[in-house]
């Protein structure tokens, strides 16, 4: 059993999470993507620690009731302050200015793209889960086919100010429905929706995408950490183009691995072959 933890930040923030593995070990940060929580990473956390790394699972800005500042007020979830969030609980946690290691699914990969343009020299490496880098997504957005506009249709809906009680209402129907139709596992559904069933978490978790709107961020630095991006052939939400495109955005090491078959929540569907493939990557670059 995992032990809920709070880690506060120098702003103020209280986060819950999971922090698992020695104190002395590398530090390995998870973070989440929508509509989850820490508990993605049910299956990787106890790995990573029997491992030796020191693994971090923060439920994020707005998931987490004593980080959650107000929703109605945008800038609260801008994108830089996500992307700070992240730096903040390492430190908080004791890293300092170590390296470490990052590991972000989708949201969090959005964040995570967002720290390894800015701050790769903070990180020892990264993995995304899903989410393609931003520039390869725009271009998917903007191609002819029409296919990444379709599959990104969702993002127009969470624009809309009665979502959170379309998805929260009814014991959270809606959301469970969502997550059981793309292949979370029942047990998984029940611990998501422990966290985002609450409508004063779904407004926040919301606030991310409205505060970002159409999810188009530019970065002016590339990206040249040793980077493994995981995609599942199968994910409604991320076409082949802008999966495969992601290749051209990445200047440092790069793997790119498609899951065949596999949707967009790869820890719920496959959690052994994510492991095997994280931890073989960290493994390959250690701090």
């Known amino acids: 059993m995992l032990e809920l ?25 998870l973070l989440h993507g929508f509509p989850q929580s820490r508990h993605t990473w049910r299956a990787q956390v106890p790995a990573l620690a029997a491992a030796g790394y020191r693994a971090i699972a923060p ?6 009731p004593g ?38 699914h989708d949201w969090g990969g959005q964040v995570s793209w967002g720290m390894g343009a800015w701050f790769g020299q903070r990180l020892a490496s990264l ?4 989410r393609p880098h931003p520039t390869a997504f725009a271009r998917a957005l903007q191609a002819a086919d029409g296919d990444q506009k379709h599959r990104s249709r969702h993002h127009r809906a969470f624009l809309n100010a009665d979502t959170a009680k379309l998805l929260t209402e009814n014991g959270a129907q809606r959301l469970r429905r969502t997550l059981a139709d793309a292949g979370v596992p029942a047990d998984a559904v029940e611990l998501y929706v422990a966290v985002l069933g609450a409508p004063e978490a779904m407004e926040a978790a ?48 790069y793997r790119f691995v498609a899951l065949p078959g596999i949707g967009h929540f790869s820890t719920d569907q496959v959690p052994d072959r994510v492991n095997e493939l994280l931890l073989e990557h960290i493994g390959a670059n250690r701090a």
């Open 5 to 29: 933890r709070k880690i506060t930040t120098k702003d103020g923030l209280t986060f819950d999470a999971w922090i698992e593995g020695p104190e002395s070990g590398e530090i390995v940060l």
């Open 127 to 130: 993995t995304i889960l899903s």
């Open 59 to 64: 439920d994020q800005r707005g998931y987490s």
């Open 206 to 253: 919301l606030a991310w995408y409205r505060a970002q709107k159409d999810l188009r961020i530019e970065f002016q630095a590339e990206v040249t950490v040793p980077t493994l991006y995981v995609w599942g052939d199968a994910d409604n939400s991320v076409s082949r183009l802008a999966a495969e495109g992601t290749a051209s955005c990445v200047s440092g090491p």
């Open 67 to 104: 980080a959650r500042p107000d929703p109605a007020d945008l800038s609260n979830y801008n994108y830089s302050n996500l992307v700070w969030d992240g730096l903040n609980i390492v430190e908080a946690c004791g890293g300092g200015a170590k390296r470490f290691h990052l590991v972000g």
